[in-house]
């Protein structure tokens, strides 16, 4: 039940049009769980943890939750915070997002974030120290984009990794992740959907195809298609793969079996199941939203492989990637309670070198609930409805004050 | 053709009975893979490889070859849920998977599942028209590919329709909520496997034909591998809300053999939205 109600209220939530920083929300797995920050450090010896085919064992229940954004903030010169600069950063975020609702207004009466849990403090944070998940290039931001002048990649078109994109119902938030993955990623979201991409900056600009207008155009509540992927319950940015920390239910679930390894993302309950058997990849005309994933163990890590993206994932979601990206995950279990989680992002169409980028996920208790979130999803039905009837006042009005009348 | 048949048949009308039943346990035995003497019992087990834990290995991709998905009863060949699909969308003929008969609805029930029928095809109808999630049984017998991943402690399925997944908890773990795939626990009994399952929402159907249970729905199914490429799966379905009686469902699973088989995408939400939503465009289409 409960379980429903995050459903509906999330996708509610991103419908309605609240700045994508909002969808902060948490995980019900999150409720039972400690918010003990941990820092995941390589302990002296190696996780020998092993599964009853004789591959490293990733099972468990796990979160990525954190307030690390994908790109090192303009101001901050350290790689690393301390302990307490963490715990003070993290605190800071808390307040901003608490924020972003004002009192006795609408919005805060969907979003009280200490009513439903919709907080990223209030579940497990992870206790990554690194200011920025990106780790190569070394300044922890994004490389330069082809073809673009140098001024173009720099802070200011990208959105310095945090919120304002600006975009209404930036929806994207659904993205949840979205609001990690800085304002390029939320900037390009909103113009899919048809709006202008007033935050993305060079990366918003292929953004066209992300909500497939099938709507023919219009504005963003003329038509379902106009209303971004995430409010729909189409896509992810918990599951892209790169799997990045998403607003609310950053719960996963890790089950292994012969051959194959399977990770269940409660967050618009997304399944990737990645085979480990030496299958190739489906060809190339095949084109998931998720990417087409193969894995295969290299020593204590397991590495997967992705391609072939859906080309509405490229341009909506995940930075206006082009066809040739490839993303490569690995997956190392550093201890019981942890395991690493490194990403390289490679699309020579798009940047000038491969970056790469890591974060820990810490263990959390399950379990993973079914997040029916299309099923749930009455915040699009009830949006839409109320545009029309908004119209039709208008249409009215219009009508009596015609001269004549 | 038929020469060459009749070729091969006649030697076998004229040996002695007694050669004849030699052939057939000899074929008997080899399409079983030889492990288990034929004729002693009605129906020689079958032992499935192992996993590291020493389980019968029911890993894989598989998919049901019947017709349950568009009705799980017998029934004829029928017209199209949408007309202007012609012959791409009638029903096609099947034997059913029920059991012994019609499904025991009581009255009430009876009178839904009419109602159900005759809302199929409208945004009020089949769930799956909807892309929503399948349901037990539903999800085991849709027309589409589903994924074992064969844990200790947990045994996924993953299907290919709507993303849809079952968790099944070998370790038995009270639900904490009712939804649309229900709170699944297994065990193992010998070779089978014993999934029990309830705490459903009750809003799923069996099939495009309306068949239908409450959320006191309860299911009970046995996986039981047949063969190195099949397995055996039945079902005990029960809802005293809904069924004057428990009553079965059985059905063969077949491996997906190709060798790039994979379970590939079929996130069906944007194909559903215009059933969904298309009632609130601001200009119609057409």
Known sequence: ?405 | MRSRLWGFAIPLVVATTCSVMLIEVVMHGQARGGAQPAGAQAAPAYRAPRTGDGKPNLSGIWQSMNEANWNIEAHSADFPRFLNMGAADAMPPGAGIVEGGPIPYLPAALQKRKENYDKRATREGDPEIRCYLPGVPRAMYQNMPFQIIQGTEFIAMAFQYAGALRTIYMKPTPGPADSWMGWSNGKWDGETLVIDTKDFNGLAWFDRVGNFASDKLHVVERITATGPDHLSYEATIEDPQTFSRPWKISFPLYRRKEANARLLEFKCVEFSEEVVYGHLRKVPLN
């Not at chain 1, 001024?151 to 304002?164: E, F, L, T």
């Not at chain 1, 959907?193 to 953004?207: I, L, S, T």
């Not at chain 1, 995940?318 to 019981?336: A, H």
């Not at chain 1, 798009?350 to 997040?371: A, C, L």
């Open chain 1, 1 to 405: 039940m409960n379980c429903r109600c995050l459903a509906s209220l999330g996708a509610m939530a991103l419908a309605v049009g609240v700045a994508a920083g909002l969808m902060s929300p948490q995980p019900i797995a999150g409720q039972t769980q400690s918010a003990q920050p941990k820092a995941a450090a390589t302990p002296a010896k190696p996780w020998t943890g092993k599964t009853p085919e004789g591959v490293p064992d990733l099972q468990g229940y796990w979160t990525n939750n954190s307030y690390t954004p994908l790109q090192r903030d303009a101001n901050m010169t350290k790689e690393f915070f301390t302990k307490e600069e963490l715990a003070a950063d993290e605190k800071r975020r808390a307040a901003q997002q608490e924020e972003q609702t004002t009192p006795g207004t609408t919005g805060d009466v969907h979003y009280d974030f200490t009513q439903f849990a919709l907080d990223r403090s209030q579940t497990r944070l992870t206790g990554n120290l690194r200011t920025s998940m990106i780790t190569d290039p070394s300044n922890g931001r994004l490389p330069a984009r082809v073809g673009a002048d140098a001024g173009a990649a720099g802070p200011g078109a990208r959105g310095g990794g945090g919120r304002g994109a600006g975009v209404p119902g930036a929806a994207v938030g659904a993205a949840g992740g979205g609001a990690a993955a800085g304002g390029g990623a939320r900037g390009a979201a909103g113009g899919g959907a048809g709006r202008g991409a007033a935050g993305g900056g060079a990366a918003a600009a292929p953004a066209g195809g992300g909500g497939r207008g099938a709507g023919g155009g219009g504005g963003q509540y003329d038509s379902v298609q106009n209303i971004p992927i995430g409010s729909r319950c189409i896509w992810t940015a918990s599951a892209a793969p790169i799997m990045m920390p998403p607003g609310y239910n950053p719960a996963y679930q890790i089950i292994q079996g012969p051959g194959v390894v399977m990770i269940l993302i409660e967050n618009q309950h997304e399944t990737r199941v990645i085979p480990t058997d030496n299958r190739p990849h489906a060809p190339s005309s095949v084109k998931p939203w998720l990417g087409d994933s193969t894995g295969h163990w290299e020593g204590n890590t397991l590495v997967v492989e992705t391609m072939n993206f859906n080309p509405r994932t490229l341009t909506g979601t995940f930075q206006g990637t082009s066809d040739q990206l490839k993303v490569t995950e690995r997956f190392t279990r550093i201890d019981e309670d942890s395991f690493r989680y490194e990403f390289i992002v490679d699309d020579p169409k798009t940047w000038v070198q491969p970056w790469k980028g890591e974060m820990p996920f810490v263990k959390i208790n399950g379990p993973v609930f079914e997040h029916a979130c299309h099923e749930g999803n009455y915040g699009i039905a009830n949006t839409l409805n109320a545009y029309r009837q908004e119209e039709k006042k208008a249409a009215e009005a219009a009508k009596a004050a015609q001269p004549g009348k």
